[in-house]
C-alpha cells in the first residue's frame, strides 16, 4: 500500500488538483479531509479551542478521526489524502504557539499521537503560493466559506511552511503561475513516481 498526502494553504488549490485527477484516474483513491462528525460533536460539547482542556479534547476527537480515516485509506493499493494525519500533528502542536500561549500538548496526547504517527504517509507534497496568491484564489473561491483564512495565512502559515519544508519526505512544487490543470497534471506525475519507486 502505498500512502502519500497532498499539502499546502487553504486556497492554494489542492482539493481541485484532487478531483481532476479522480476524473482522470479511478485506480488513484483519494481521501478528501472528512471532519464534518468531530465539527458536529465539538459544537454540540460547546468545546472552545481557546480554552487548555477543551483544546486537548478537540485534538483528540481530530486525531482519533484521522486514525479511521487512515485505515479507510489503507485498504487500496495506492490512497492519496487530502491533508493527512501529518496535518493534524501539524496543528495539534502548532496552534497554541499561533495564538500566543505556551501549553503542554504533547504529555497529554502522547497517546494518540503515538497512533497518529503509525498514519504518517510514505511522501508528501507540497503545494507552495505566494500569500498574495492564496488571498486572490480564495476570493474567486465563492463556493467555500473559510472564515479561518486570514487567521490561518497570517498566524498559522509561517509556521506550516518551516515545519513542512524542513523534512524530508516532503516534496515542494510552486504553484503562483500554474493553471488548475498544470497543477494538476504535477500533482499526477508525482504520484506516479511514487508508486514506482
Not at 504529555?107 to 497512533?115: A, M, Q, R, V
Not at 511522501?123 to 505566494?130: H, S, T, V
Not at 523534512?167 to 512544487?173: A, E, M
Request: glycine share 2%.
Amino acid at each position: 500500500m502505498v500512502n502519500l498526502s497532498l499539502q499546502g494553504s487553504m486556497a492554494v488549490g489542492k482539493t481541485t488538483a484532487l478531483r481532476l485527477i479522480e476524473k482522470h484516474d479511478s485506480t488513484i483513491h483519494i481521501s478528501y479531509e472528512e471532519n464534518k462528525q468531530v465539527v458536529d460533536e465539538i459544537r454540540n460539547r460547546k468545546l472552545d479551542k481557546n480554552r487548555y482542556n477543551d483544546y486537548i479534547e478537540i485534538q483528540r476527537l481530530f486525531i482519533l478521526n484521522e486514525v479511521k480515516r487512515y485505515q479507510l485509506a489503507s485498504q487500496y493499493n495506492c490512497s492519496i489524502m487530502d491533508f493527512g494525519a501529518e496535518e493534524i500533528e501539524f496543528y495539534t502542536l502548532n496552534y497554541p504557539k499561533a495564538i500566543g500561549v505556551d501549553w503542554e500538548v504533547a504529555k497529554p496526547l502522547e497517546t494518540e499521537l503515538k497512533l497518529l504517527k503509525r498514519c504518517f504517509p510514505k511522501r508528501i507534497l507540497y503545494l507552495n503560493a505566494a500569500n498574495e496568491t492564496l488571498v486572490e484564489r480564495k476570493k474567486r473561491d465563492i463556493s467555500r466559506n473559510r472564515e479561518f483564512f486570514d487567521f490561518y495565512v497570517q498566524k498559522l502559515l509561517p509556521l506550516k511552511r518551516e515545519w513542512f519544508f524542513n523534512q524530508d519526505v516532503v516534496d515542494v512544487i510552486e504553484v503562483d503561475s500554474k493553471s488548475e490543470r498544470e497543477v494538476s497534471d504535477s500533482v499526477y506525475e508525482w504520484i506516479g513516481i511514487q508508486m514506482n519507486k
